[in-house]
């Protein structure tokens, strides 16, 4: 009869526990859920952040908050916008209807008017459909945001007219949207500007104005962006070449590499969701403890065995967690020798690309004669090296002004891994005169005395 009451005792404190956790959650607003969904998503969470933006939306209902209700919607269409555009869109048009019934800031109109827009378009290109809904959207937008003078969301909605004209191959329209784009950009928007800007003269072929407007483009610390840049360049060189085969092979190498980031994501992702699920579980381990502690000795005695099971529940928990923390271990480590491979194939590609150089040619080619290369040469290896080497050369001009063009060339000579023999065929000069002139080049202008260094490993460094 004890033992039945003390049950019938734990399972009441229990329920109250659970009651007042229960409505200290129900007290939540919609704002701060709003945050809480942010923060999520900053941190790669997308599954966690989706979810709070679903819990947004029923609080912000409930509370007439009408600014968070549409706002919830939007970056809900934004969160799916990549593996659904359909559901997106149907989430943009809610949104859209929320804002009509309870207008606030026209600024937010025009931009969701624009994201409408956006999704629509994915959706017709995915489908193979028509882009009138997706123009129509947009340019309800830019006609607001021109009305108003807002500059940076008339490049916005330009830049998305750009983007549907150049998807419906219409890349003439896509790049005067462009150009008008880009005369009204900020500095925010003007990398994705130019995207679209060099995207449309490649379309058409018009490759020395395609590459101008990529090495305007500063990446910064975004990666996906750096290797669209990287990768462009390099299929402009190709190009240039007419090697359509081995452009392919670029831009295969590049997807996969592309492919390995966003698995890392999906991966950090797992892990942020295992971390909340296990701070969730320790917050509410701590919020019971706090109760037992108000109650009677027969409370306090059932808290002493509901926590020693929960020290073997966590120490069980904890194997676990070292058994997936080697398991991630192993596949960071798998994922590590991929992107090796991956590394080795863009390397094999510039070498290919090198030897097909006819200035490289004209040099390989060459015995003990004196060898002799036009200025227009010398330009044409150096423009081609700095296009599948990540711009070395074009960095080390800026980074040492007062290079002579002899030291610049030795060094496009030296980064070429040809002899000694070779170089003093072209500089009519002796072998040791060669190796001089690399150690003088190596201490006056890299600042390196140390012997064992050598220009070769100093260039590959830069």
């Given at each position: ?113 624009d994201y409408a827009g956006t999704y629509a378009a994915q959706k017709a290109y995915t489908t193979e459909g028509s882009y009138d809904e997706a123009l ?30 150049w998807a419906r191959d219409d890349y003439r329209q896509a790049l005067d949207y462009a150009h008008r784009a880009n005369s009204t950009a900020t500095t ?133 967690q070292e058994q997936e923390k080697r398991q991630l271990q192993q596949e960071a480590e798998h994922q590590k020798t991929l992107l090796h491979q991956a ?120």
């Amino acid at each position: 009869m004890f033992i039945r009451s003390l049950y019938i005792f734990i399972i009441g404190v229990l329920m109250v526990a659970c009651s007042q956790q229960q409505q200290g959650t129900d007290s939540q607003t919609a704002a701060r859920c709003l945050e809480e969904a942010q923060t999520a998503f900053s941190n790669d969470s997308i599954r966690q952040g989706e979810t709070l933006l679903r819990k947004t939306i029923q609080l912000a209902e409930a509370s007439e908050d009408w600014h968070t209700y549409y706002i919830a919607y939007q970056r809900l269409a934004e969160a799916l916008s990549q593996s659904n555009p359909e559901e997106a869109l149907r989430l943009m048009k809610k949104a859209l209807a929320i804002y009509e019934q309870h207008p606030d800031d026209e600024r937010n109109y025009v931009m969701l008017l624009d994201y409408a827009g956006t999704y629509a378009a994915q959706k017709a290109y995915t489908t193979e459909g028509s882009y009138d809904e997706a123009l129509n959207f947009i340019r309800r937008a830019y006609d607001i945001a021109e009305k108003s003078q807002m500059a940076d969301l008339m490049c916005q909605t330009l830049t998305s007219l750009a983007n549907i004209a150049w998807a419906r191959d219409d890349y003439r329209q896509a790049l005067d949207y462009a150009h008008r784009a880009n005369s009204t950009a900020t500095t925010e928007l003007r990398p994705g500007t130019l995207q679209v800007l060099a995207r449309s003269y490649l379309s058409l072929n018009m490759l020395d104005s395609a590459e101008t407007v990529y090495r305007q483009i500063d990446p910064g610390s975004d990666v996906h962006l750096a290797y669209i840049v990287q990768s462009s360049l390099a299929n402009i060189a190709l190009r240039r070449m007419g090697a359509t085969q081995v452009e392919d092979s670029v831009e295969e190498a590049f997807e996969q590499i592309e492919g390995f980031y966003y698995k890392a994501l999906e991966q950090k992702d797992e892990y942020y969701q295992e971390t909340l699920r296990q701070e969730m579980e320790n917050q509410q381990l701590e919020y019971r403890s706090q109760m037992y502690g108000r109650t009677l000795l027969i409370v306090i005695i059932a808290a002493v065995v509901i926590l020693l099971a929960t020290v073997l529940a966590l120490r069980y928990r904890i194997r676990l967690q070292e058994q997936e923390k080697r398991q991630l271990q192993q596949e960071a480590e798998h994922q590590k020798t991929l992107l090796h491979q991956a590394n080795e194939v863009v390397t094999f590609l510039q070498g290919f690309i090198l030897e097909r150089t006819e200035v490289l040619k004209k040099l390989n080619q060459s015995s003990d004669s004196v060898i002799y290369l036009s200025p227009h040469e010398w330009s044409e290896i150096e423009r081609t090296l700095n296009a599948i080497d990540g711009n070395r050369f074009a960095k080390i001009r800026e980074q040492y002004p007062t290079m002579q063009e002899d030291d610049i060339r030795l060094c496009i000579l030296t980064r070429l891994g040809l002899s000694n023999r070779t170089i003093g065929n072209i500089y009519c000069i002796t072998v040791s005169a060669v190796q001089h002139r690399k150690l003088k080049l190596k201490k006056d202008v890299f600042g390196e005395s140390n012997p064992e260094i050598t220009l070769e490993q100093i260039l590959n460094s830069r």
